[in-house]
């Protein structure tokens, strides 16, 4: 008797695994936040990719990053940073120089005006913060933290 597709079908694995479970989660986790802090910053002209931004052009002061330390820094993959840094220069968020020994080098630094934003935003972000995570302990935070660092690198 010759065996039914649909009965082996049936018998296969099923689609899911634990692995498959646990990354979907991920991504809708990392889904849910990125939405919700777009929302949130949405009420000051900023986009979540340029806070992040901001953010870290602050960390890079007094010296300012070139547009490849800036893109290799961000949390998202950014293929177009020039036009990044042309929109937030537009709003006075950031200043762009040339290095006067190599013109080619140009030099993104945050502005005063930057600077107050993420000042002000500071609070907002703190309680943003708190309330998609105060609920978990320090201990659950240190292992949250440790564990999505040990799937991006691994071994």
């Known amino acids: 008797m010759t065996p039914n597709p649909r009965d082996e079908i049936k018998q296969a694995k099923p689609f899911t695994s634990l692995h498959a479970e646990a990354e979907l989660n991920i991504i809708r986790t990392s889904a849910e936040l ?6 949130l910053l949405a009420p000051f002209g900023l986009s979540g990719t340029q806070y992040n931004a901001l953010r870290i052009l602050r960390g890079a002061e007094p010296t300012g990053l070139c547009r490849n330390e800036l893109r290799d820094r961000m949390l998202t993959r950014m293929p177009d940073v ?12 950031v200043r762009r120089a040339r290095d006067a020994e190599d013109r080619r080098l140009v030099t993104a630094r945050i502005t005063e005006q930057g600077c107050c ?13 708190y309330r998609r995570l105060g609920h978990l302990s320090d201990e659950q935070l240190r292992m949250l933290s440790g564990l999505l660092t040990l799937v991006r690198h691994p071994g």
């Open 117 to 129: 934003l993420l000042d002000k935003l500071h609070d907002v972000m703190e309680r943003e913060h």
């Open 82 to 93: 020039t036009r990044l840094l042309d929109r937030m220069e537009a709003a006075g968020l």
């Open 34 to 39: 990125t939405d919700s802090l777009e929302r």
